[in-house]
């Protein structure tokens, strides 16, 4: 088996001491396969960007170890270690050149100048700013100095590049852009990236597989369709796109479970979001809103109260009530014929499909 | 600084008599000796014709560029001594949080505040004590104590405002700590610290109570040779040289000012 990437086995990492401690990371362990694009995604202080820090070695973790491709990191200093770093502020040499900013890790290395320039050239030519090579950092835009740090941290063929939110300093568009440029270096280059970010839209369409932090622990680990429509716990299916969350208690009988929900309604549970469990075993569910379905007062389904209907061009949303009280969210999308001409405080039913439902472990 | 003259507060009768009063107030005096310096008659104070003949005689006067030459070795060497240790002292404090860091600021600029006849006893009672002789050697020394708090303050202001991840971002692309500190820090700190050289420089320079105290025989500054000059009289004489010293000063501190702002 091919041997991972990064690997961290029980990280800790303490600031502090006595009662002024903050435990940035709790005993974290994970695996960040070859050509990877890996993403630490959660709220400011989770310990994504700890996390991050350990991995290039601008902090020393408290416990733990962390290796690169099976040998020891830990206690290596940042310049001993074949990993680059794009910086939030990107921290490109103001005094230098683009084209001595770009070279300066290769010239640190000792390489011949010839290669130097040729490297140079190369780098400038991936990120799309060929003949900038003697501008000052201060001349270039956002966009462009973004592109620099892109090319200085790529240029010496790290196995690892890290990268520390990099784009939250852009506009909006900029950063689409940037978002479906990051995913063709790392194609085009197959160096595997570690990403942090808070913004859940970068994680979900940039990553491979990404990590979901909260309190300095990993909640969950996986594809963004796994995280995304199987979340494990309450948090993660929260902070990542819209959640509708139902409580109540697991009945079993025979093959099948049945929730039967505070609100009332009966919600039968597929495979997966059944077993295991008992009798009586209080439950959280979680539904997205695009996979219910609003149905006329007289269908089978939950009994609900519109409250607000808001369009929203591709789809619509619909803001209900249930019958205990807890809200609901439907989207539907905007097909033809499919638009239901409903009003507020309209009574409806919501249909959920077995499969739509995830069940927390929270 | 620039007043923002739509702000009504700014508006009211008589500021620009004002403004002009306390100008005259701080600048007048230096302004007459000025022109005082150019003055043909023998005594100081009394107007006869302009004429340049003193600064002849100054330049001329073997005792006066003794004074002079020795001011210049002393704050020459007194500026480097000074500026290597606050460079150093801002370094450190830079590098690492640690438990009384405050405290230790303080005390680096806390010669800024000590009288400075105080410090001159001090000074002059311990070269005694440790049976120091008198000399040019006890001058430069005293005066690169004094002169360190001069030059690490604006060191000190530029390490702050520099971005701390540049470091970090050298370390990344295999700089080890040495070469970070040549190829990144110091290029970006340099107009910090010359901005700090050039301001300990004219302390020195200037500097009359403590090296009164200190100074050997044959270890007369420029200052304190003006102050011996000036027991006899006032002479057109003592006014040229004052110009003079007032010359080298504003152009150090006109420069100190510009390199302090360089790449900011």
Not at chain 2, 111 to 117: A, D, F, K, M, N
């Given at each position: 088996m091919e041997r991972p990437a990064i690997e961290a086995r029980g990280l800790s990492k303490t600031f502090g001491s006595g009662l002024d401690a903050v435990h940035a990371l709790d005993d974290v362990s994970l695996t960040i396969r070859q050509n990877e694009f890996f993403t630490l995604l959660g709220?400011?202080?989770?310990g994504k960007t700890t996390l991050l820090r350990l991995i290039g070695g601008f902090e020393q973790p408290s416990g733990g170890d962390i290796f690169l491709e099976g040998q020891q990191l830990t206690g290596l200093p940042p310049f001993k270690r074949p990993i680059n770093t794009v910086f939030q502020s990107y921290a490109?040499?103001?005094?230098?050149?683009v084209g001595q900013n770009v070279a300066f890790g290769l010239e640190m290395l000792g390489r011949p100048k010839k290669e130097r320039e040729a490297r140079v050239e190369q780098m400038l030519a991936l990120v799309k700013l060929q003949g900038y090579a003697n501008r000052r950092p201060t001349q270039l835009s956002g966009g462009q100095q973004q592109r620099v740090a892109l090319a200085r941290a790529l240029a010496s063929q790290p196995k690892v590049l890290l990268l520390d939110e990099p784009l939250s300093a852009l506009d909006l568009k900029l950063r689409k852009e940037m978002q479906i440029e990051l995913k063709r270096l790392q194609t085009e280059t197959g160096i595997t990236f570690v990403f942090v970010t808070h913004d859940q839209e970068e994680a979900l369409t940039m990553s491979d597989r990404l990590a979901v932090m909260e309190s300095g622990q990993i909640l969950q680990i996986g594809a963004p369709t796994e995280i995304y429509e199987?979340?494990?716990?309450r948090f993660v299916a929260d902070f990542i796109g819209e959640t509708n969350f139902l409580e109540g208690r697991i009945e079993v009988a025979g093959d099948t479970a049945v929730a039967h929900l505070a609100c009332g309604g009966k919600l039968s549970l597929n495979g997966q979001a059944g077993a295991p469990s008992s009798n009586g075993e209080a439950v959280t569910l979680a539904v997205r809103p695009e996979r219910a379905v609003i149905a006329p007062a007289?269908?089978?389904g939950l009994s609900a109260r519109i409250g607000a209907v808001v369009y929203m061009g591709t789809d619509t949303t619909y803001h209900l009530t249930l019958t205990d009280g807890t809200a609901f969210i439907v989207r539907s999308q905007n097909n033809e014929g499919a638009r239901l001409d409903l009003a507020s405080g309209a009574e409806v039913k919501v249909q959920i499909a077995p499969a739509a439902v995830q069940r927390l472990a929270d | 600084m620039r007043v923002d003259v739509s702000n009504p507060l700014w508006r009211f009768r008589g500021i620009r008599a004002a403004t002009w009063l306390f100008f005259a107030y701080l600048y007048l005096p230096i302004v007459v000796l000025i022109v005082l310096s150019?003055?043909?008659?023998?005594?100081?104070?009394?107007?006869s014709g302009f004429s340049t003949q003193w600064y002849g005689v100054v330049l001329g006067n073997d005792d006066i560029m003794r004074a002079a030459t020795n001011s210049l070795v002393v704050a020459t060497t007194a500026t480097l001594a000074a500026t290597f240790a606050a460079t150093l002292a801002a370094l450190g404090m830079a590098k690492t949080r640690f438990i009384g860091a405050d405290g230790i600021s303080g005390l680096i600029v806390l010669p800024l505040v000590v009288p400075e006849v105080v410090t001159a006893v001090a000074t002059l009672l311990f070269f005694i004590l440790i049976g120091f002789r008198l000399g040019l050697t006890t001058v430069i020394v005293a005066h690169t104590v004094f002169c360190i708090p001069f030059a690490y303050l604006p060191i000190r202001a530029r390490l702050e405002g520099m971005d701390k991840a540049l470091g970090e971002a050298a370390a990344d692309l295999y700089a080890s700590d040495w070469q970070a500190f040549r190829r990144v820090t110091l290029p970006l700190l340099w107009p910090g610290i010359l901005s700090g050289a050039m301001l300990a420089f004219i302390i020195s320079l200037d500097d009359f109570v403590i090296t009164y105290f200190v100074a050997g025989a044959g270890a007369t500054t420029l200052p304190v040779y003006i102050f011996g000059m000036i027991r006899i009289g006032i002479t057109p004489e003592v006014n040229a040289i004052s110009s003079l010293m007032l010359i080298v000063s504003i152009l150090f501190v006109t420069l100190s000012f510009l390199v302090g702002r360089m790449r900011r």
């Amino acid at each position: 088996m091919e041997r991972p990437a990064i690997e961290a086995r029980g990280l800790s990492k303490t600031f502090g001491s006595g009662l002024d401690a903050v435990h940035a990371l709790d005993d974290v362990s994970l695996t960040i396969r070859q050509n990877e694009f890996f993403t630490l995604l959660g709220p400011s202080g989770c310990g994504k960007t700890t996390l991050l820090r350990l991995i290039g070695g601008f902090e020393q973790p408290s416990g733990g170890d962390i290796f690169l491709e099976g040998q020891q990191l830990t206690g290596l200093p940042p310049f001993k270690r074949p990993i680059n770093t794009v910086f939030q502020s990107y921290a490109l040499f103001p005094h230098l050149t683009v084209g001595q900013n770009v070279a300066f890790g290769l010239e640190m290395l000792g390489r011949p100048k010839k290669e130097r320039e040729a490297r140079v050239e190369q780098m400038l030519a991936l990120v799309k700013l060929q003949g900038y090579a003697n501008r000052r950092p201060t001349q270039l835009s956002g966009g462009q100095q973004q592109r620099v740090a892109l090319a200085r941290a790529l240029a010496s063929q790290p196995k690892v590049l890290l990268l520390d939110e990099p784009l939250s300093a852009l506009d909006l568009k900029l950063r689409k852009e940037m978002q479906i440029e990051l995913k063709r270096l790392q194609t085009e280059t197959g160096i595997t990236f570690v990403f942090v970010t808070h913004d859940q839209e970068e994680a979900l369409t940039m990553s491979d597989r990404l990590a979901v932090m909260e309190s300095g622990q990993i909640l969950q680990i996986g594809a963004p369709t796994e995280i995304y429509e199987h979340p494990q716990r309450r948090f993660v299916a929260d902070f990542i796109g819209e959640t509708n969350f139902l409580e109540g208690r697991i009945e079993v009988a025979g093959d099948t479970a049945v929730a039967h929900l505070a609100c009332g309604g009966k919600l039968s549970l597929n495979g997966q979001a059944g077993a295991p469990s008992s009798n009586g075993e209080a439950v959280t569910l979680a539904v997205r809103p695009e996979r219910a379905v609003i149905a006329p007062a007289g269908a089978e389904g939950l009994s609900a109260r519109i409250g607000a209907v808001v369009y929203m061009g591709t789809d619509t949303t619909y803001h209900l009530t249930l019958t205990d009280g807890t809200a609901f969210i439907v989207r539907s999308q905007n097909n033809e014929g499919a638009r239901l001409d409903l009003a507020s405080g309209a009574e409806v039913k919501v249909q959920i499909a077995p499969a739509a439902v995830q069940r927390l472990a929270d | 600084m620039r007043v923002d003259v739509s702000n009504p507060l700014w508006r009211f009768r008589g500021i620009r008599a004002a403004t002009w009063l306390f100008f005259a107030y701080l600048y007048l005096p230096i302004v007459v000796l000025i022109v005082l310096s150019f003055n043909e008659n023998r005594l100081a104070t009394i107007w006869s014709g302009f004429s340049t003949q003193w600064y002849g005689v100054v330049l001329g006067n073997d005792d006066i560029m003794r004074a002079a030459t020795n001011s210049l070795v002393v704050a020459t060497t007194a500026t480097l001594a000074a500026t290597f240790a606050a460079t150093l002292a801002a370094l450190g404090m830079a590098k690492t949080r640690f438990i009384g860091a405050d405290g230790i600021s303080g005390l680096i600029v806390l010669p800024l505040v000590v009288p400075e006849v105080v410090t001159a006893v001090a000074t002059l009672l311990f070269f005694i004590l440790i049976g120091f002789r008198l000399g040019l050697t006890t001058v430069i020394v005293a005066h690169t104590v004094f002169c360190i708090p001069f030059a690490y303050l604006p060191i000190r202001a530029r390490l702050e405002g520099m971005d701390k991840a540049l470091g970090e971002a050298a370390a990344d692309l295999y700089a080890s700590d040495w070469q970070a500190f040549r190829r990144v820090t110091l290029p970006l700190l340099w107009p910090g610290i010359l901005s700090g050289a050039m301001l300990a420089f004219i302390i020195s320079l200037d500097d009359f109570v403590i090296t009164y105290f200190v100074a050997g025989a044959g270890a007369t500054t420029l200052p304190v040779y003006i102050f011996g000059m000036i027991r006899i009289g006032i002479t057109p004489e003592v006014n040229a040289i004052s110009s003079l010293m007032l010359i080298v000063s504003i152009l150090f501190v006109t420069l100190s000012f510009l390199v302090g702002r360089m790449r900011r």
